[in-house]
Nanobody, 130 residues
Framework: EVQLVESGGGLVQAGGSLRLSCATSGFILGDFVIAWFRQAPGKEREAIACISSAERSTYYRDSVKGRFTISSDNAKKTLYLQMSSLKPEDTAVYYC???????????????????????YGQGTQVTVSS
């Protein structure tokens, strides 16, 4: 059974940093696309950072590019999201996600390969105060 458990969310001032972690079980990290999504109040959930399983390439949504970094530690079976220069508009529930890669990472629009995945964690709240 695939399980994803996020931690590390909290309240931070604008300009600060946070690192989210996602403990995984039930699959091998390198076999699945792994990603971070977020959902702000009143908005749809969106993929913000992904690592493809086939090519090990990364995707970042423009709004987080240069500020957020996705990484994984296969030995610890853990996915990370390092967030810096946080802004109030980064306030959201953050989810880690995993799934089978159905498309090459260079097919379709950027990030197409990770827009919908099979498994999601329960989410962790990140609140950025101004």
């Amino acid at each position: 059974e695939v399980q994803l458990v996020e931690s590390g969310g909290g309240l931070v001032q604008a300009g600060g940093s946070l690192r989210l972690s996602c403990a995984t079980s039930g699959f091998i990290l390198g076999d699945f696309v792994i990603a971070w999504f977020r959902q702000a109040p009143g908005k749809e959930r969106e993929a913000i950072a992904c690592i493809s399983s086939a090519e090990r390439s990364t995707y970042y949504r423009d709004s987080v590019k240069g500020r957020f970094t996705i990484s994984s530690d296969n030995a610890k079976k853990t996915l990370y999201l390092q967030m810096s220069s946080l802004k109030p508009e980064d306030t959201a529930v953050y989810y880690c996600a995993a799934g089978v890669q159905d498309y090459p990472s260079d097919s379709g629009p950027p990030g197409y390969f990770c827009q919908e995945l099979d498994y999601y964690g329960q989410g962790t709240q990140v609140t950025v105060s101004s």
